[in-house]
């Protein structure tokens, strides 16, 4: 039976037989390949794990796009924040290329003569003792996860194995197998199960809660893990305070106050860091996107000695992290931001009182913005309808959650490039709305919300919410949590636990 499984492999692997280097028959090596071209190909050899806003980037100076037809486009989505600087900055463009001229990898095997400045330059900025370099935001997470279950054991005295991470209900911290295993997102963990133990979940902005939860597993807790500004829920903004009393409440039961900076700091939210909104420092803060200057992936990990140094070597790493050619960018990325001025800039807004029906709610800070929009009133059309014809109007931006459309344009952007958007926006309520309405079929959308496998609830922003704190459960409907995570449920208080 083996042999003939050998024979099958073997026939199977003539009639595959790779041709390396060569293109499919009738292909060329052009650039000049259409959009259409480019997308069909991409649907064909590339894994279906994105649906984008049919466009194809070809070219991008600042704030502007071109596809391969040569027509123009402003960005107001930014790479999800990693172009903060604007497209191909060309500080950060020639630091790239001088640096490729030089050296680019070393690995942590050895010393490089570019890492040691980026150290110096990032804590030094943000006031830490030290950092630890990683590539991808995910990765980030990662390493900080694994600091604080560690700097519990050492430092907290926590029992071998019980360590907890507390994080936030709506949250969006990558989606790697352990950041997943804190998700709320049905799309993110169905089929991928089991998850990590050692998680406990919290509503954002609920310092009360995260208080009781606090106080009766405290001794357990090694780390709360949040965002300051919920960025993949929608642009969510905890009420005034909140960040303050999380900072108060870390302190009171030693629990590391761990800040997720990726999308919301480096100026996105109109401060170097969303936590300065309350002058807080968190314990441990985590950056990426911008930090590449929309180049290379760059991420890092912010921490003081007392719990950097709980790592020692051969416990964690990373061949790429902090190359000399990531360093070296990321220091002109840095720079960038101080000398331009980029971090204090706003959005307008004044679009919703011209939509009140269309627009539940317009929220934001700095250059963190998103538009809620009303379901019912915009049914059978969605986001990403609206967003395919804000792209015909030549404005790019990308929806979340159905409901939502994230605004977060560079930093860099020019006034009327910020009024080009509006403008825009509304001529797509205006005059594009009222004619998919009519065109397009009444079942193709569905504006049922679906709930959490994890909690059971489904977490809307009320109509009068006007903080931004997510305000709890409109299904309180208990799904077979014992049989999807293998776990006893304790369902009395709102803190969910999967420890």
């Given at each position: 039976m083996a042999s003939k499984r050998i024979l099958q492999y073997a026939v199977k692997r003539v009639k595959g037989t790779r041709s390396y280097g060569v293109l499919p028959e009738g292909k060329t090596s052009s650039s000049s390949s259409s959009s259409q071209e480019l997308i069909n190909m991409e649907y064909q050899y590339s894994a279906h794990n994105y649906h984008p806003i049919p466009m194809v980037f070809s070219h991008a100076k600042g704030s502007s796009i071109w596809d391969p037809e040569g027509n123009k486009y402003i960005d107001f989505l930014s790479a999800y924040s990693a172009v903060n600087q604007g497209h191909c900055h060309p500080k950060i463009t020639n630091a790239l290329i001088e640096q490729t001229q030089k050296l680019t990898l070393s690995s942590r095997a050895f010393y490089n003569d570019r890492f040691p400045l980026f150290a110096e330059r990032i804590t030094s900025m943000f006031g830490y003792d030290m950092v630890l370099p990683m590539n991808t935001g995910a990765e980030?997470?990662?390493?900080?996860?694994?600091?604080?279950?560690?700097?519990?054991?050492?430092?907290?005295?926590?029992?071998?194995?019980?360590?907890?991470?507390?994080?936030?209900?709506?949250?969006?911290?990558?989606?790697?197998?352990?950041?997943?295993?804190?998700?709320?997102?049905?799309?993110?963990?169905?089929?991928?199960?089991?998850?990590?133990?050692?998680?406990?979940?919290?509503?954002?902005?609920?310092?009360?809660?995260?208080?009781?939860?606090?106080?009766?597993?405290?001794?357990?807790?090694?780390?709360?893990?949040?965002?300051?500004?919920?960025?993949?829920?929608?642009?969510?903004?905890?009420?005034?305070?909140?960040?303050?009393?999380?900072?108060?409440?870390?302190?009171?039961?030693?629990?590391?106050?761990?800040?997720?900076?990726?999308?919301?700091?480096?100026?996105?939210?109109?401060?170097?860091?969303?936590?300065?909104?309350?002058?807080?420092?968190?314990?441990?803060?985590?950056?990426?996107?911008?930090?590449?200057?929309g180049v290379i992936p760059v991420s890092a990990v912010l921490a003081d000695k007392d719990v950097m140094l709980c790592i020692q070597p051969g416990e964690h790493g990373s061949t790429f992290g902090g190359n000399p050619l990531a360093s070296a960018v990321a220091v002109a990325s840095l720079d960038v931001l101080r000398e331009e001025g980029l971090v204090e800039r706003q959005l307008l807004s004044e679009v919703k009182s011209r939509f009140p029906d269309f627009i539940k709610e317009v929220r934001g800070k700095g250059l963190f913005n998103a538009v809620e929009l009303n379901s019912n009133a915009l049914s059978p059309v969605s986001a990403y309808d609206i967003c395919l014809k804000l792209k015909e109007r030549g404005v790019l931006a990308k929806p979340t959650h159905n409901t939502i459309i994230r605004l977060t344009p560079p930093l860099s952007i020019s006034l009327d490039e910020l009024k080009h958007g509006a403008e825009a926006l509304a001529e797509v309520f205006e005059f594009d709305l009222p004619k998919l309405q009519k065109e397009k079929p009444k079942q193709s959308a569905s504006t049922e919300p679906t709930a959490c496998d994890r909690c059971g609830r489904n977490f809307i922003l009320s109509p009068n919410h006007k903080s931004g704190q997510v305000t709890g459960p409109i299904s309180q409907a208990k799904p077979d949590l014992e049989g999807y995570w293998g776990v006893p449920v304790e369902w009395a208080f709102r803190p969910i636990s999967l420890v």
């Open positions: 980030g997470v990662e390493t900080a996860l694994k600091l604080a279950r560690k700097w519990g054991y050492e430092k907290k005295k926590i029992s071998k194995n019980e360590a907890i991470i507390v994080s936030c209900c709506g949250c969006f911290h990558g989606r790697t197998l352990g950041v997943i295993s804190m998700s709320c997102d049905n799309e993110a963990t169905r089929g991928f199960g089991p998850l990590l133990p050692g998680h406990i979940k919290v509503d954002f902005g609920d310092e009360l809660s995260l208080e009781k939860l606090f106080s009766e597993k405290g001794d357990c807790i090694a780390g709360f893990l949040f965002e300051p500004i919920q960025g993949e829920a929608g642009v969510v903004i905890p009420k005034e305070g909140y960040l303050k009393a999380v900072r108060d409440l870390c302190t009171k039961y030693d629990v590391l106050m761990i800040a997720d900076e990726i999308q919301s700091g480096l100026g996105r939210s109109g401060r170097m860091l969303a936590c300065d909104w309350e002058d807080v420092r968190p314990d441990v803060v985590i950056l990426g996107k911008a930090l590449g200057g």
